[in-house]
């Protein structure tokens, strides 16, 4: 009866997608970005992964040189720089760093505005006053906030990977963007129309281009410890820098994760015990 | 294989139950631990700013409030009579012998020159929160020509030291320094 | 809670609080001396997982509610110090977005353990039934978590699912703004759902006791599915269900603590990391995974029937996927309970069960994409199809036509007969 079941299923399906496979033919849309992102080696990634404060350093030099002029990174103070399992400035090299950016303050004993050296306790500035006058400044389209960039960013590598990704964690989709989309940039291809004022990308998550010119170049940033001064550093060192904007506490995450996995794992090895010993000799 | 056969199995099984409970229990209290620290303040708090004030407006017998961590400070330009009257005071007539002062040492002494700024004994900066039960003393008021606190009936002198009523403690002077003649950085 | 308590309190000061109140007796009868089927499996296991879950999801919602904002310009400013400055908060936040999920999972796992077995079958209509209403209080307070950190999924997630109401004629557009009190979702939404949120993790407390009373008066299932005959077939839950369940619970922990501590973000979406934008909706919005079945039944009905248009169709299937549940002690008509005596059932349900993986996986697609050779949305009407077939047909008919395997005497017999006495195993 079973086997008569069956068949009696696959004849049901076999209509069903007969009477619905006329509907298949209609165009597929296209999924951005184009290519997948390129999956790079990260420091932090992993279970035993943690930043590498040098990457951080120089991606942070990166970020001001670079993507400061346009975009904000409003959630992150200057007192993170020095925090622990970040950049590793020193608390007297974040308050030099801080005072050469003005805040405004206020108001004073007159009632009127002033500005003031930012202080530790300060966020990053932001290139514009607010978001209009970001869009005014550059053709309509609004440079995001890059607090959180690394972790809106991350494009799913579809099924089945992901199966394969929570099983072997694999965290690092929105840096692997971020550097492939910097790298990206390229000649549209022939029959390609972009829009005015945009550039081609086909690592762009949502469209064939986007308003952003190529930030980067070669030589463009000096890095001091000798390491190559390329456009793909620049790319690879920026993202690591915004992955620790967006997950500060990844270090701290990991390293607890560690401690706690093995406390449970032994935890139940001595409970699997506990109940083989309770169970002896009660068949069940 | 039941139990009655093998006599040390008991013990074995009263190990394992301890050493699970031991072990859960260990686990549980550590387990607690973040959601007990999270109530402390969170590294934003922790970082708040110093305070700068300028003080060259402050007339003799004038004061100014400005808030530092949540709290009013006062600055008080303490005038001749006012000064005199916190130096005369007698140390044994005081309720709390101790300064009180963050920049000083501990123990030292409530005397007015310990309480008032270094240097500029008419300057007094100071918490003004009353160390009974965290009420705002009234300026210039109270038999002693000093604070007054309207929830119990606190009397503080003229260097912010408790007199009378049921506060047990000076009010505190937080750290400060002077940057210039005229500013004062708290904190 | 029912039959004949054990309990005998041996101190004066037990003897003395046992004649006031007499709690300590309910705890004995309750979780120590109840006598559970000694044959349970550790599928048995997730009922105290689950209340585990729900603790777990308290605590941690009540430390996240000191430091949150229900301010539509603030929470999403809150919640990322939570994450950046709150001491701890990255972790105990992850614990609690996780922590959903994980409940989530815990409770298919229960649910299909009840379907396979027979568990929703008389006389456990009534624990059944309570068990589909906490299903949907949790539904609820999941959503309603869900647009508290108030990014894009958070806000078009809110306003797609209380668009669900508009579909209603007549009634459906000031129902739907009574619900968010306004126009379009705001501020004031936010700050019901918060209050609501709130709240509902306790009524799904107060259900879990009814469920709890209610098993406890008709007894535990079991993996046969027969009723217990005799005191030799069953166990004291303490030690022996205790010692099962505490070692699937710290099980269950790790594979929580996998993802709370590697895969923090692996169960959400990126989109909900960019503050609620209400001129953009995100390219793809779909909903947390474990409403992902029922999203793709939403998108499957595009046509319509009759007088009801599609967009009311695709709502009322969707509710009625989970309201069919409440029926099926009555649409099964089978006398066996258990899937494993049960030949052709076996078969209807392990297709039931890649069917409502399939649905999620669809409900996760956009509509028109091609999976092999057939767009989305033409193979979420063949499953959905199924989805309503297993239990509107297959399950009644199956009563009539399917010839059960024979039922051992007793549990205790069937124990003795696939094991050599006193081998531990």
Sequence with gaps: ?284 | ?187 | MSGHSTYVPKTAIGKWFEARLPVVRLLHDTAVSYPTPRNLNALWTFGGILAMMLVVQIVTGIVLAMHYAAESTIAFRSVESIMRDVNWGWLIRYLHANGASMFFIAVYIHIFRGLYYGSYKAPREILWILGVIIYLLMMAAAFMGYVLPWGQMSFWGATVITNFFTALPIVGQPIQTLLIGGFSVDNATLNRFFSLHYLLPFLIAGVVVLHVWALHVVGQNNPLGIDVKSEKDTVPFTPYATSKDVLWIVLFMIFYGWFVFYQPNFLGHPDNYIEANPLSTPAHIVPEWYFLPFYAILRAIDFNIGPIDSKLGGVLAMFGAIAVLAFLPWLDTSKVRSGRFRPIFKVAFWVFGVNALFLGYLGSQATDAIIAGLQAVSWAKLSTFYYFAYFLVILPVLGYIEKPKPLPVSINDAILAKSVPGSAH
């Design chain 1, 1 to 284: 009866m079973t086997a008569k079941m069956i068949r009696w299923a696959a004849a049901a399906l076999a209509a069903g997608i007969a009477l619905t496979a006329t509907i298949a033919s209609a165009e597929e849309t296209v999924e951005y970005p184009l290519i997948k992102p390129t999956r790079q080696e990260w420091s932090f990634a992993g279970i035993f992964g943690r930043y590498d404060q040098a990457q951080l350093q120089r991606g942070y030099q990166v970020y001001k040189d670079v993507c400061s002029s346009c975009h904000a990174m409003s959630y992150v103070k200057f007192r993170n720089l020095a925090d622990e399992g970040g950049p590793g400035f020193t608390e007297d090299a974040v308050k030099v760093l801080a005072a050469t950016y003005a805040i405004e303050a206020g108001p004073n004993d007159a009632g009127e505005m002033f500005e003031r050296p930012r202080l530790p306790s300060d966020p990053f500035p932001s290139p514009f006053p607010n978001d209009n006058a970001a869009r005014a400044a550059n053709g309509g389209a609004l440079p995001p906030d890059l607090s959180l960039i690394a972790k809106a960013r991350a494009v799913h590598r579809g099924f089945p990977w992901f199966v394969f990704d929570m099983f072997w964690p694999y965290q690092e989709q929105g840096p692997d963007y971020i550097a492939s989309l910097l790298t990206g940039y390229q000649d549209p291809p022939e029959g390609v129309e972009v829009p005015e004022g945009t550039y081609y990308n086909p690592h762009f998550i949502n469209g064939v281009s986007l308003r952003m010119p190529p930030p980067l170049d070669d030589d463009l940033v000096e890095y001091s410890d000798g390491t190559p001064q390329t456009k793909e550093q620049y790319a690879t060192d920026v993202s690591a820098f915004l992955m620790w904007a967006a997950e500060p506490h990844l270090d701290a995450r990991k390293e607890l994760g560690l401690k706690v996995m093995l406390y449970l794992i032994i935890f139940a090895g001595i409970l699997y015990f506990v109940k083989r010993q309770v169970w002896r000799g009660t068949p069940h």
């Design chain 2, 1 to 187: 294989m039941a139990e009655s056969d093998t006599p040390a199995e008991p013990t074995r099984r009263d190990f394992l139950l301890h050493a699970a409970g031991a072990f859960g229990v260990v686990g549980v209290a550590a387990a607690a631990w973040p959601f007990v620290d999270q109530m402390n303040p969170d590294a934003s708090t922790r970082a708040l700013a110093s305070v700068e004030v300028d003080i060259s407006g402050v007339q003799p017998g004038q004061a100014i409030t400005v808030m530092w961590r949540g709290k009013p400070v006062v600055i008080r330009n303490r005038t001749e009579k006012e000064v005199e009257e916190g130096k005369t005071v007698k140390l044994e007539d005081l309720k709390d012998p101790l300064a009180r002062n963050a920049n000083t040492d501990a123990a030292a002494d409530a005397t007015d020159a310990n309480r008032a700024a270094t240097g500029k004994e008419n300057i007094l900066v100071m918490t003004k929160v009353c160390t009974h039960l965290g009420c705002i003393p009234l300026d210039e008021s109270g038999e002693f020509g000093g604070w007054f606190c309207p929830c119990h009936g606190s009397v503080y002198d003229t260097a912010g030291r408790i007199r009378k009523g049921p506060a047990p403690e000076n009010l505190p002077i937080p750290p400060y320094a002077f940057l210039s003649d005229t500013k004062i950085r708290i904190g």
